[in-house]
């Protein structure tokens, strides 16, 4: 079968290398072939939905990689209207949408994540509620949605502020130096050990050493992650694994993160198998997310497996303050570019919190322009840019415009907030978007930053609670100002990044 190899190759080369030479090639050969079918398919499903000119082998990838790639895609939204095509090497095609009807056709249904992305998450988080799809990821949904219930979240703002004191302390102490500061990330540790304290029971370790690990591997984790999405040939997991030095870091880096989430496991198991502890639990009228992954006062026996709660761990570590650090820093950066709404907002906290110099739940509904400038910062710079769906089954748009089942549909929520016929002058910072009046006009999928539908974002009140209570007690102890010489640079890490960090200027108010 292989003659005509066997006639190029040179007559010295052993038999059995000639034969792993052969079986190479057709191994190529096929993946070749499945690849050019599968290129064809996507083609098909994507024929009404023209796109920007694509690289002959890289697709998008050069435009929407990293830094820039962001705004970019808000330029192609001017010239292709609702949706384009989007290539990440040229065979893997997604239809990415910016527009609001489009995303509530597809985004309200719940369809499945899309795995050629998601599952390069499994060696890092494993199967948890991000990444799960069906009947797991509903039993785990319905586990540990009560977990965010208000009763749940009402202790959680002493931690807030405990945490927020901690790193104004820091930046206190900082500015006696030097008044100009990254923010990024000290904000960072202060996410962590809320989160820690919050749902995964640690008392104290205020802002540690293991902390800055930690953090620094996430930070490596989700830019490998974005970068790996733009390179074709990355994609498969036997070649990016074991051929790839960017592979071999990403397993480091899942290293550095699972040995600290395994400790965070071993301790609270420990604790909890103190007499003590589960008597608190019995006590307790609504249990906390650590207590009900780990099966306390479940009589239902749902109880899950340690490859589900490891999973669940590695998750809620991520997506928990990851996210709610990206929120926070860029929103510290809007109010530094816009000082006329930092004071309105501060004016308002001193109001509600009189001479108190901490937070009560209570206060938080009050902070009405506070919320406002929030959502505004999440519209301009939403701390998850991008996610992704398979859909299983066909979807017809608005416009007659229709895409098959088995498409990969990407959401812009980057340029969807800023689509021009969504919104009015989109780059400019202007909160009264968000007044009551004009909130109630708008279409409800034009403002999704914590996705929409069945699988939107479970901790989406938690999140919203710990923004403002930080940023009160920031505003209340700093002016923050921008520092012309260091712009931030947008970079997209699966949440929104900064390349260089967040430079600001701060001075100290009391
Ligand atoms: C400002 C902060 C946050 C933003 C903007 C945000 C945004 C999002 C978005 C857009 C999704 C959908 C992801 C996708 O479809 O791929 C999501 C899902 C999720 N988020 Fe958040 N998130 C935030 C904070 C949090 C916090 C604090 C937690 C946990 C404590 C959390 C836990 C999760 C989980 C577990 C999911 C997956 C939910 C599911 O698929 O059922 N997030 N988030």
Not at 339 to 346: A, D, I, K, N, Y
Not at 369 to 382: A, D, Q, V
Not at 402 to 427: C, F, M, Q
Not at 442 to 455: D, E, L, M, N
């Amino acid at each position: 079968m292989f003659s005509w190899l066997s006639s190029w190759l040179p007559e010295s080369l052993p038999r059995l290398w000639l034969w792993v030479a052969s079986l190479a090639v057709t191994l190529g050969l096929f993946q070749l072939t499945r690849l050019l079918a599968r290129r064809q398919k996507f083609l098909q499903a994507l024929k009404s939905f023209p796109g920007p000119p694509t690289h002959w082998l890289l697709g998008h990838a050069n435009e929407i990689k990293e830094e820039g790639g962001l705004d970019t895609v808000v330029s192609w939204a001017n010239t292709y209207p609702c949706a384009h095509q989007l290539w990440m090497g040229n065979f893997i095609g997604f239809l990415n949408i910016y527009d609001p009807d489009y995303t509530k056709a597809v985004y309200s249904r719940g369809d499945p994540k899309a795995f050629d992305i998601y599952g390069f998450f499994l060696p890092w988080i494993g199967r948890g509620l991000l990444v799960l799809d069906g009947p797991k990821w509903f039993q785990h949904r319905k586990l540990l949605t009560p977990a965010f219930h208000s009763e749940v979240l009402k202790p959680y703002v002493d931690v807030f502020v405990g945490s927020t004191k901690v790193m104004l302390d820091k930046w206190d102490k900082k500015i006696q130096s030097d008044k100009c500061v990254n923010i990024f990330p000290d904000v960072g540790h202060m996410a962590l050990d809320s989160l820690m304290k919050c749902i995964f029971g640690r008392s104290s370790e205020n802002q540690s050493q293991s902390d800055t690990s930690y953090c620094q591997a996430i930070g490596k984790l989700t830019l490998l992650m974005q970068q790996r999405m733009a390179v074709f040939h990355y994609h498969n997991d036997f070649y990016y694994y074991w051929f790839t030095s960017h592979g071999r870091k990403f397993l480091q880096a899942c290293k550095v993160a699972h040995d600290y989430t395994d400790k965070v496991i071993k301790a609270r198991k420990a604790a909890l198998k103190e007499e003590e502890e589960q008597e608190k639990i019995q006590g307790k009228k609504r249990l906390d997310f650590l207590d009900i992954l780990l099966g306390a006062g479940d009589e239902s026996k749902t109880q899950l497996s340690d490859a589900d709660l490891r999973a669940e761990v590695d998750t809620f570590m991520f997506e928990g303050h990851d996210t709610t650090t990206s929120a926070i820093s860029w929103f510290l950066y809007c109010i530094a570019l816009h000082p006329e709404h930092q004071q309105r907002c501060r004016e308002e906290i001193q109001e509600i919190l009189g001479n108190r110099d901490t937070i009560q739940w209570e206060d938080l509904g009050k902070m009405t322009y506070l919320t406002m400038c929030i959502k505004e910062s999440f519209r301009l710079y939403p701390p998850v840019p991008q996610v992704y769906r398979q859909l299983n089954k066909p979807v017809t748009f608005m416009d007659g415009r229709s895409i098959p089942e088995g498409s990969l549909v990407s959401l812009h929520i980057y340029a969807l907030h800023r689509n021009p016929s969504v919104w009015d002058k989109p780059e400019v910072f202007d909160p009264q978007r968000f007044s009551p009046e004009n909130s109630s006009t708008r279409h409800p999928y034009a403002f999704v930053p914590f996705s929409a539908g069945p699988r939107n974002c479970i901790g989406q009140q938690f999140a919203m609670m710990e923004t403002k209570a930080v940023i009160a007690l920031c505003l209340l102890h700093f002016e923050f100002s921008p520092e012309p010489s260091k712009q931030p640079i947008k970079r997209l890490q699966l949440v929104l990044g900064a390349k260089n960090g967040i430079y600001l200027n701060l001075k100290k108010l009391m």
